[in-house]
């Protein structure tokens, strides 16, 4: 229990770490809160000279000058609960905004393997749900226990001052509600980290049918995405309702135990009224303010649940951010010429080999079509290029450089890459092709590649042009549209490195035609590693690498493995053969 309490301590202060900023708008609403608290002794204390004068009071002028403080302390509390909430939800914002920032500066530069293993639902519920957890741990709770500790202790101060033995009863049952208190947030904090993940749950399911919108309609899929949307919610409805159930179980039985105290506190009261020690004003001033004491406490025992939600929130968050990114220990950012070479490499996505032993090289400028059959290696290969993937074993130079000498930022400015799933973004068509560092390029040179690359074909009807928004992931445009796209961003990057990996699989026949004489242009000069199944992509290689089972079982030009009659030949005469009559 002690570690758990000093881990948790732990993480609050490095929460609080990012409300330290702010410390200026923060200091504004504590203070509002503090002043706020400060006037709570107020009332009472105004009504005990009405009570003990038998309100003769209220014939003189002072009546006018009670109401009048009456209104001034309304007004006064007013605007300082105005000034404590605005800046405190200043921070609050500032705070989740900061925390998404982040979070979102370590997911970008996260290694590939880290997306393989979770669902970009679970990553989603950090951004949406988590944050706001934690906001109110970093704040909300910092409300409760400043501003409502503040009144306790203000109004104990005026109780003390009235009858301080009355007053000491109240504080002996102090250390039950503290045991209470103890239990209850254990419970409540494994059940706010089951609502996490079923929150994750939620945004998955729904990702995922959005995203297969066809897929469900197509098969069928409409009761069994329900029934698993109905899982996920009524999950998350369950563990709400065990967080709220802990917490609604906690605040009743500190109240019960207060209330013990304050019933033992007024008949005490209401004997020494009686045998004269205390006046009646007295008694209702003292009565008022230990009324007064029951909605802090209340709002006491109920911020535990906002403390417990949003310290297993920031576990959740700072189990991201803390997430170790891509090693990048590289010296070198020069321009490369481009020469590979693989030399005894060997590749593991956890206990499955992906790649065995791989030796390869590949000449600067030189063009390489990797065939095989699907998981053998192809895809994995072309990763390592670029670095998506540390090596399990092996080396793989550039230019006679061990791949890692080379920074991050300057490997992947020396290589354009089209994928085999084409990644677009809701924007523009020109701000799709002048991507990122792109952004740069004149635009004349941006239409130069859309026209090479045919996107201009259908770009010209559309009255915007290339400043046409494309929807999510361009669902606008058509796959082969899409295809293009990616094959004139890859254009304008101009990089001696070209990694195609199926960039012409959706194509139809003309278009590919007048694509494949642009990659023609630009793969002049570049060493291009291509993975392909298109018969006219294949021929055109300097060579031809076959891979099977993470090996590489041939090599050589598409004339000299056809006659070898070897694993090429026979893949030629079953799918290949196909797609060139089809071509």
Same mark, same amino acid.
């Given at each position: ?16 770490? &990012? ?151 109240? #504080? ?33 399911? /729904? ?35 065990? #967080? ?13 135990? !207060? ?165 677009? &973004? ?19 040179? !941006? ?11 259908? /770009? ?14 361009? !669902? ?60 006219? /992509? ?18 050589? /030009? ?26």
């Amino acid at each position: 229990m002690r570690q758990r309490t000093i881990a948790d301590r732990e993480i609050y202060h490095r929460l609080l770490g &990012f409300v330290r900023p702010y410390w200026r708008q923060f200091a504004w609403a504590i203070a509002a809160m503090v002043a706020l608290a400060a006037t709570e002794w107020m009332l009472p204390a105004l009504l005990k000279p009405l009570i003990d004068k038998d309100f003769d009071i209220a014939n003189g002028r002072n009546a006018y000058v009670t109401g009048g403080l009456l209104v001034a302390l309304f007004a006064a509390r007013g605007l300082l609960n105005y000034i404590d909430m605005f800046a405190l939800q200043w921070v609050s914002q500032r705070t989740i905004a900061d925390l998404r920032m982040a979070m979102f500066k370590t997911l970008v530069r996260l290694p590939a393997s880290f997306f393989d293993s979770r669902s970009s639902g679970e990553l989603i519920s950090k951004f949406t749900f988590d944050v706001t957890q934690v906001a109110q741990a970093a704040t909300r709770v910092i409300e409760v226990l400043i501003k409502d500790t503040a009144i306790i202790t203000v109004l104990f101060g005026y109780l003390f001052y009235l009858n301080w033995q009355l007053t000491a009863l109240l #504080v002996l049952f102090a250390a039950p509600i503290a045991i209470i208190v103890r239990r209850a947030s254990q419970r409540m904090r494994q059940m706010s980290r089951r609502l996490q993940e079923s929150v994750g749950a939620i945004n998955q399911v /729904t990702e995922e049918s959005v995203r297969g919108h066809r897929e469900v309609k197509v098969f069928d899929g409409y009761d069994y995405e329900t029934q698993r949307f109905d899982r996920a919610i009524n999950d998350a409805r369950k563990f709400h309702m065990k #967080v709220v159930g802990s917490s609604a179980t906690i605040v009743p039985l500190i109240q019960l135990c !207060v209330s013990f105290g304050i019933a033992l506190m007024v008949v005490l009261a209401v004997r020494a009224a009686a045998d004269g020690s205390m006046t009646r004003g007295d008694f209702i001033a003292f009565v008022t303010a230990t009324a007064l004491v029951l909605p802090p406490t209340k709002r006491l025992a109920g911020v535990n649940e906002f403390l417990q939600r949003g310290l297993a929130a920031a576990d959740s968050i700072f189990a991201l951010v803390d997430v170790t990114p891509e090693v990048d220990q590289g010296r070198h950012d020069v321009r490369l010429k481009g020469a590979i070479h693989f030399d005894h490499v060997s590749l593991r996505y956890g206990e499955r080999t992906a790649l065995d032993d791989i030796n390869l090289v590949i000449g600067a400028g030189e063009t390489v079509a990797l065939v095989g059959r699907s998981g053998g290696g192809k895809t994995s290969m072309v990763n390592l290029v670029p670095r998506f993937y540390p090596l399990t074993s092996g080396r793989l130079l550039i230019d006679g450089q061990p791949v890692e000498d080379y920074t991050l930022a300057g490997l992947r400015r020396n290589i354009a890459y089209v994928g085999q799933h084409i990644v677009l &973004f809701n924007d523009t068509l020109y701000n799709n092709i002048a991507y990122g560092a792109l952004r740069a390029v004149p635009r004349e040179e !941006v239409e130069r590649v859309a026209r090479e690359a045919q996107v201009s074909a259908f /770009t010209d009807g559309l009255p915007q042009g290339l400043d046409t928004l494309i929807g999510e992931n361009g !669902v606008r445009l058509s796959g082969g549209q899409r295809q293009r796209v990616a094959i004139a961003r890859a254009l304008l990057k101009d990089a001696p490195i070209l990694i195609l990996d199926e960039a012409t699989a959706a194509l139809d026949n003309e278009a590919e035609r007048l694509v494949q004489e642009a990659l023609n242009t630009v793969r002049k000069g570049r060493t291009s590693l291509i993975v392909a199944h298109r018969l006219s /992509t294949i021929e055109q290689a300097d060579r031809i690498v076959v891979l099977d089972g993470g090996r590489i079982i041939e090599s050589g /030009t598409h004339r000299d493995l056809l006659a070898a009659g070897g694993a090429y030949a026979r893949l030629y005469s079953a799918g290949f053969e196909e797609l060139s009559e089809s071509a």
